[in-house]
């Protein structure tokens, strides 16, 4: 009778535990390990970033892209020293390739979880809504890391196959990419307007009108203004109207005796669409914030060497305002130096032998489950 109930009580107990691993299993499903991507700053020297190629590039494209991806982070990395003052360049690369690339170049499998979607650049075909030129989103306040930066993978094609080209086209190749890049870190926004005025909802228009007193005609007038950030306030350019709807649209050339001008309230009435464009060579320098495809980009603007211009109506001056100045719009500088990578007095710049980054490439890894078997106090809302 006694091994009897020994029995039954041991098939009742295996039965009742299979039970409660079936009714109460929590599979997880995903990576084991998500990387963040954004990158780590030490000594004044980024590590950790990671740059990622989409899976719809195919792998003939391979050699070139790679090629191209290391020739402009060294001449952006050169760029970030510069106009930084040494506070920061680009000490480390990780290139994460698809996972069904097989190149001599691929050292392996990423080993830290590094994904397309989580990595701060990422190379993907171009689409009409962001173009060719490198491009971050900034959704967030003042002082918020961007959307990953997106570069088109013709871009980088057009890089290597029409280096002069391409200059003569974006200006400094390292220029575009240092302006996204820290716009993205640093969460700061773009010292510029765009064509448009307030009446047709552009509230970033490219050009403003300032009042002053015309001494000859005893009179106040309005004087039109570029809203830009260099040291005089004023570069070298062309006044151009858009002509047509998006992609049949085209510039066409103004002259300034064309614009007509409200006296009294300043508002550009004509022509519709206008736009400041500087040119690509100047005398002024112009803040990395601001026009950077210019020769004469040297720094980001201040409050002390570089003064910044809070009167435009730009992103900038519009959304980054600064408590210690009465709420004053903050320069581009100030907002960089806010963020945690230059608390306590860290990254304060630094001498190095050489800008250039190490580059390391990786395959992204395949996905990763787990399945994950416990109890019901683990799983308090496991159903069965």
């Not at 491009?135 to 871009?155: A, F, M, N, R, V």
């Not at 803040?287 to 950077?292: E, H, I, K, P, T």
Request: hydrophobic share 30%; with cysteine; proline share 6%.
């Amino acid at each position: 009778a006694v091994v009897s109930t020994q029995s039954t009580w041991g098939v009742h107990h295996s039965s009742l535990a299979l039970t409660m691993v079936a009714t109460t299993a929590c599979l997880i499903l995903g990576l084991l390990l998500s990387a963040r991507g954004s990158p780590t700053l030490d000594q004044s020297g980024f590590s950790d970033l990671v740059i990622a190629i989409h899976n719809d590039i195919p792998k003939e494209d391979g050699p070139a892209l790679l090629q191209s991806i290391k020739e402009l982070m060294i001449e952006t990395s050169d760029m970030m020293y510069f106009s930084s003052m040494t506070r920061f360049y680009i000490k480390e690369v990780t290139i994460l390739t698809p996972n069904h690339w097989d190149l001599p170049e691929i050292i392996g499998e990423a080993r830290k979880g590094e994904i397309f979607d989580t990595a701060a650049i990422q190379i993907a075909p171009k689409d009409r809504q962001n173009g060719d030129l490198p491009y971050t989103h900034q959704s967030g306040g003042c002082g918020e890391e961007g959307s990953p930066i997106l570069i088109s993978d013709e871009y980088l094609r057009k890089l290597l196959d029409e280096p002069d080209d391409m200059v003569l086209k974006y200006g400094p190749l390292g220029n575009q990419l240092t302006h996204e890049f820290t716009k993205y870190r640093y969460g700061y926004f773009e010292e510029y307007g765009y064509p448009g005025n307030p009446t047709d909802g552009e509230y970033f228009p490219s050009l403003y009108t300032h009042a002053y007193y015309d001494k000859e005609q005893g009179r106040y007038r309005m004087a039109l203004l570029e809203n830009t950030c260099s040291e005089s306030g004023k570069l070298e350019g062309t006044y151009q109207r858009v002509e047509g709807e998006k992609h049949d649209a085209h510039n066409v050339l103004v002259n300034e005796e064309d614009f007509i001008i409200d006296e009294e309230t300043g508002e550009i009435i004509a022509p519709d669409s206008a736009y400041f464009r500087p040119s690509m060579q100047q005398t002024d320098f112009s803040s990395m914030g601001s026009v950077s495809y210019t020769d004469s980009v040297s720094v980001f603007c201040d409050n002390e060497y570089f003064p910044h211009n809070p009167g435009p109506d730009n992103k900038q001056n519009l959304k980054c305002l600064d408590p210690t100045r009465g709420y004053e719009p903050m320069s581009t500088w100030d907002t960089i130096l806010g963020h945690k990578d230059f608390e306590h007095g860290h990254n304060d710049g630094i001498y190095v032998e050489s800008t250039e980054p190490t580059f390391n490439v990786y395959k992204e890894a395949g996905a990763k489950f787990v399945l994950c078997l416990t109890s019901p106090a683990a799983c308090p809302n496991a159903t069965g």
